[in-house]
């Protein structure tokens, strides 16, 4: 069946995709997204460019239709050599972005895992990052995911680049806006234009994607060695800019870069 999707952009014809879904869940009123089906063959490209044809059940394809009907579906790539499904499928909420408690157990888990085969392989020479003949698809380990995401200032990356996702949108509660740092330290895969693809794991792809449709995503560059972290997990809002808090105890640790 043919799909309307997100993130076609680096999709081949034999690649192996998850398709996410990002959607209102009419029991809390909550904006979510959640893995709606893992390891789908693409058949084909769609006659649009954000469609593709995929190969499914009767059963998923209901699944699909329903989807796209009532919410927005995007493409997580993976390795065509991985059948691998998560164990505990789960979703992201707009809680996840500001508690940031699982995007932080999520990012040790990549770090440990995903992406430092990725610089190992870099490194050896086994794989380059920076090849656009190599398909993305080879170029993601097996637990990894490709996610594109549309961003603010994807002209400064390049394949193999180091970047964290920051995010603007709306405080639920205060409903005033407010700019989160969504993910860190993910390694650009491809740059396309004004996207780029990332290596994540399938449960990062759920909160970036929660991400890209609840705000606006930005892109800061940050050097590959650098593995230094904001000890705790906190959020810019008017307030800040106006006290100049936060941007006081900033300047406090220029004295030690």
Known sequence: MSIRALGTEVLDEGDH??????IKDPMTGME??????????????????????????????????LGQQSGTLQISLRNPDNT?????????TIETLFTGQRTKALKMQRLQTIQLEAIR?????????HDQKVRVSHRIHKRGRALVLPVMGAEMAANGDHVDILVTLENPKSK??????AMTNLIVLSVEQGKI?????P?????????????QLLLTLRNPGDLDEQ????????????TGKRPILLKKRESTL
Not at 46 to 63: R, S
Not at 121 to 129: H, L, T
Not at 176 to 181: C, D, L, M, R
Request: net charge negative.
């Open 17 to 22: 995709v998850d398709i996410l879904v990002f």
């Open 32 to 65: 979510v997204t959640k893995t709606l089906l893992e390891d789908i063959p693409v058949a084909l490209e769609g006659p649009k460019p954000d469609e593709i044809g995929v190969q499914v059940l009767p059963g998923e394809a209901e699944l699909l239709a």
């Open 84 to 92: 691998d499904k998560q164990n505990a499928p789960c979703r992201a």
């Open 121 to 129: 392989d870099e490194a050896s020479g086994k794989e380059d990052a």
């Open 176 to 181: 005033s806006p407010v700019a989160i740092t």
């Open 197 to 201: 693809c990332v290596l994540v794991l």
């Open 203 to 215: 449960q990062e792809a759920e909160i970036l994607f929660l991400a890209s449709q609840l705000g």
């Open 231 to 242: 000890s705790d997990h906190t959020w810019t809002n008017i307030e800040t800019l106006l």
